[in-house]
């Protein structure tokens, strides 16, 4: 008599597989095109005439002490790389777990006028967050 295992059931439906896909998939190319852009200017930047001036300020401040190119930038270029690849996907989500907090306070308090965006990004980490819960359960436990 031989032993089978038969293959794990998976409890998501084909619809909430897809949903995850497709956001794992354009979070992460928003991170590597908006990542590449720190690098490459590609983009056109904002007009400093319509953001707040704090945002402006805080902006300036950031590009002037070399932050967003080195290492915001590449954080995001790795990071979105991980998630298109479909690959250390729980990594990449952690490592920009701080950098969207980032987007959405700087939104919230110096620049309003991107919080649609910063908002949907939020809301893409955490819905991929839930999904790969199972993955983050070994971290988060006491020991």
């Known amino acids: ?58 902006t300036t401040a950031l590009y002037a002490t070399g932050y967003m190119l080195q290492l915001s930038s590449g954080v995001q270029v790795v990071a979105g790389v991980l998630l298109v690849a479909g690959r250390f996907v729980p990594l990449a989500l952690a490592i920009l777990a701080p950098m969207v907090v980032n987007i959405f306070l700087i939104h919230l308090f110096l620049e309003p006028s991107g919080m649609v965006i910063a908002l949907l990004v939020v809301a893409a980490e955490i819905g991929l967050a839930w999904a790969y819960r199972d993955k983050f359960r070994p971290m988060l436990q006491a020991r």
């Open 1 to 58: 008599m031989t032993a089978t295992t038969a293959a794990p059931v998976s409890r998501k439906s084909a619809a909430a597989r897809h949903v995850t896909l497709v956001t794992r998939v354009l979070t992460g190319l928003l991170f590597t095109v908006t990542g590449l852009n720190g690098f490459l200017n590609f983009m056109p930047a904002p007009d400093p005439s319509t953001m707040a001036p704090a945002g402006v300020a805080f």
